[in-house]
């Protein structure tokens, strides 16, 4: 009998965690698997996912640059991944691809569970409007945050998020210039990648409030300039994506396995290798 086939697929890709979190999901549940990481710039991501199929894959985290292109190749998604416009999980049916988002309910997972914070009320700052955007923007609503404002380098693109997720009294996409003119916050989430490329845009010190929570969607040395300036902002508290990279993880392994592990143990084991970690997913 052949072990089930699944995979990350991302550009890049290379460092990715998720073959390790999976493995060890596996080993706990006792659920043999193979995953594996596939590089894919974005000419050739339709071209890699058929052949994955073909040869039997049954299911697939995706990653960035591809979280939007994979919504729209499927052939069902869910509702979750419908309100994102993204899909980070795929799930093979008898009909295709079903499309799936786990970055929201992972990052509130990790916010609520893991590190305690009561999201009720809070006024938000969500920088960037990409996939992982997109992704977290329903959830966040969805466990009560206040306000949300939408920042991006590219105006049009926050604009499209804000009309996407259908609440004009609620969400107010801005332009970056506005940003030392928005008071403060009492949650800032970094959803961009532009660390990544050393641009990391310039942020004023007045966005964080005392109690402010700032969050790096990334993880690793890709997150050190956004959690360096919050700290210097003063933010109370300054998380990395981590946490919700093993949630989301998780939340895809029930998705496909019908089984949920737990995720402490697998959180605290790459923690402890926190000065090796370099974000791929």
Not at 136 to 143: E, G, I, K, N, Q
Request: with cysteine.
């Amino acid at each position: 009998m052949s072990i089930p086939r699944f995979a990350v697929i991302g550009h890049p890709v290379a460092h990715s965690l998720s073959p390790r979190i999976h493995a060890a999901f596996g080993r706990q549940l006792g659920i043999a698997l193979e995953y594996v990481a596939i590089d894919a710039a974005p000419e050739q991501f339709d071209a890699l996912l058929a052949e994955f199929a073909a040869e039997g894959g049954l299911g697939a985290n995706i990653t960035l640059p591809h979280k939007t292109r994979a919504a729209s190749i499927c052939t069902h998604l869910s509702e979750r991944a419908r309100r994102a416009g993204a899909a980070n999980t795929l799930i093979r049916s008898a009909t295709g691809w079903e499309g799936d988002n786990t970055d929201g309910a992972g990052l509130v997972r990790d916010l609520t569970d893991r590190h305690g914070l009561d999201l009720r009320e809070r006024r938000t700052l969500l920088i960037g409007a990409g996939g992982a955007a997109r992704g977290v923007a329903p959830a966040l609503l969805d466990a009560g945050i206040g306000d949300l404002y939408i920042v991006n380098r590219t105006p049009e693109r926050a604009d499209a998020l804000a009309d996407a997720l259908g609440q004009p009294g609620r969400v107010h996409p801005r332009y970056m210039k506005d940003m030392v003119a928005l008071g403060t916050f009492d949650l800032i989430v970094n959803a961009t990648s532009a660390a990544r490329d050393a641009q990391l845009p310039s942020l004023p010190m007045s966005l964080a409030n005392p109690r402010a929570a700032s969050v790096d969607l990334s993880y690793g040395e890709v997150a050190i300039p956004f959690l360096a300036w919050a700290k210097a902002a003063g933010a109370h508290d300054r998380i990395d994506g981590l946490g919700m990279l093993v949630e989301q993880a998780a939340e895809s392994f029930e998705r496909w396995h019908r089984v949920r592990p737990e995720t402490d143990p697998v959180y605290a084991a790459l923690r402890e290798r926190d000065d090796a970690l370099v974000t791929a997913d």
